[in-house]
């Protein structure tokens, strides 16, 4: 009687188990990375979107030192009036609003070149207590928790922490606006406010993002005194009016 040999399955190669767990992990690491695209990196995007407006609104304020705005004197303005002291027009002096502005387009762009690469020991404005310097001397402006993807106060400050950089795209903006407004009976109020336009690029992992920054600040004031009129109601006319011609039918 002839014996049955069963056939033994063959080993399988250390080769094939190799390629086999490299597979498992290109998929499984392709499978994290598009969840964390769809899902995890808007969190992060936006927290990081707050945190690189609120340095870069810093900057910008801070930026107007008392260097800066001691270029605005009494000169700024060019005030034009008649024989009889009435104003005819009020214009800025070019040569000291230019200065200005120049002098604001340097310095903003100065100390956010400063914290895009981290040399911050001349930036005596930063809050310590807010930022942490060594940080910030790395070009880190803040690190965003991965917990915050959860949306729970007790777990945003949990998991691994995301750093966020500034990166200042093209150049500093700045102009001059002002608001003129009606102050008493014959005064106008002239406002004076520099609009500082900045683009930063928002650099987390795996994703940039562009963002433009326009921030105004008041930067000077001044009431002009006009003429005192000879009759004023309050931009109204009534029937008891002396300066009226003709007379007011009751309906």
Known sequence: MKKIRLKSHKKI???????????????????????CGKKVLPVIMRQALVDSKKMAL??????????????????????????????????FNPKIVNKFLTKTTSVVN??????????????????????D???LKNGVI?????????????????????????NLIGNVVSNIKTNIRNYGIN???????VV????????????TKQIKIVNEIPVAMKIINGSIPEYYSNGRLS???NILSIPIEND
């Open 13 to 35: 190669k250390v080769s094939t188990k190799i390629s086999t767990v490299f597979l498992f992990l290109f998929i499984a690491t392709y499978l994290f990375i598009n969840f």
């Open 58 to 91: 810093l900057m910008i304020k801070n930026s107007l030192n008392d260097d800066v705005l001691d270029i605005l004197d009494g000169s700024m303005y060019e005030i034009v009036q008649n024989k009889n002291g009435e104003i005819q027009t009020i214009d």
């Open 110 to 131: 100065e100390n956010l070149k400063k914290i895009e690469k981290g040399n911050i020991n001349d930036i005596s404005f930063i809050d310590t207590s807010k930022y």
């Open 133 to 135: 310097l060594k940080k």
């Open 142 to 166: 803040s690190e965003i928790p991965m917990g915050i993807i959860t949306n729970n106060p007790l777990l945003s400050n949990l998991g691994p922490k995301v750093p966020v950089k500034l």
């Open 187 to 193: 005064n106008a109020l002239i406002e004076v406010f």
């Open 196 to 207: 500082v336009e900045v683009t930063e690029e928002v650099i987390i992992p795996f994703q």
């Open 239 to 241: 029937e008891s009016s």
